[in-house]
């Protein structure tokens, strides 16, 4: 099965950019996914990317995909106080590893 | 759509109780499935169900806890008798399962269960 992990703790300043790592071990995974926790509520598919890419980009969000080393990135540009959040890496097929979450925090 | 839908929100019992929790799936979804939450362990997947089918129940914890899906409208997570490291957060999710293969899943809102 797949193993997935994530630094705990990211803190960044309104207006700058947010990088969220994560680490995979299972290559086969077709699909690999960012969610969004906000408190006290389920998680939001942010966005999902295909295997065979490189890079995705859905307006200030950017996955970037390194198959080779198995990492997997967030980028949220222009940071706002509302991203401020927990995000999740997942992958696999029909039964997906969540990993442990990284727990954003945007200072005003 | 209303989403998927958790019932009760918050549930507060003590020790060797039995407790009950509900999810209403997406219509139209054929993956169901039940994640539990907490600090120390994260999201953890308990079961998932195909088309009203368990597939996989490897992380249910113990036999006291048990899930169905008598229908593709519902879906229930017992645990008999509850003990004090059951509380957590408990998540149903579904998912179309797309054609593509991707599997976006849509969570409820959790309910928060509380053992004394």
């Known amino acids: 099965g797949e193993d997935v992990e994530q630094s705990l703790f990211l803190s960044v300043r309104e207006g700058d950019s947010s990088v969220i790592n994560c680490t995979y071990t299972d290559s086969s995974s077709t699909y690999l996914y960012w969610y969004k926790q906000e408190p006290g509520a389920g998680l939001q598919l942010l966005t999902y990317i295909f295997s065979n890419m490189d890079m995705k980009q859905d307006q200030r969000l950017t996955v970037l995909l390194n198959k080779k080393d198995k990492h997997l990135s967030l980028r949220i540009a222009d940071t706002q106080t509302g991203d401020s959040a927990i995000y999740f890496c997942a992958g696999g097929y029909q039964k997906v590893t969540f990993g442990t979450g990284t727990k954003l925090q945007v200072i005003p | 759509d209303a989403g998927v839908i958790q019932s009760p929100r918050h549930e507060v019992t003590e020790m060797g109780q039995e407790v009950t929790l509900r999810c209403k799936p997406i219509s139209g979804h054929d993956y169901l499935f039940w994640y539990r939450q907490t600090m120390m362990r994260g999201l953890e997947l308990l079961i998932y169900f195909n088309n009203n089918v368990p597939i996989d129940d490897s992380g249910m914890p113990e036999d006291r806890f048990s899930a169905k899906m008598p229908n593709a409208s519902f879906s229930t997570l017992k645990i008999q008798p509850s003990e004090p490291r059951d509380s957590a957060v408990y998540f149903c999710?579904?998912?179309?399962?797309?054609?593509?293969?991707?599997?976006?899943?849509?969570f409820g809102p959790g309910t928060r269960l509380t053992v004394l």
């Open positions: 999710a579904s998912s179309p399962l797309g054609l593509q293969g991707s599997n976006e899943q849509f």
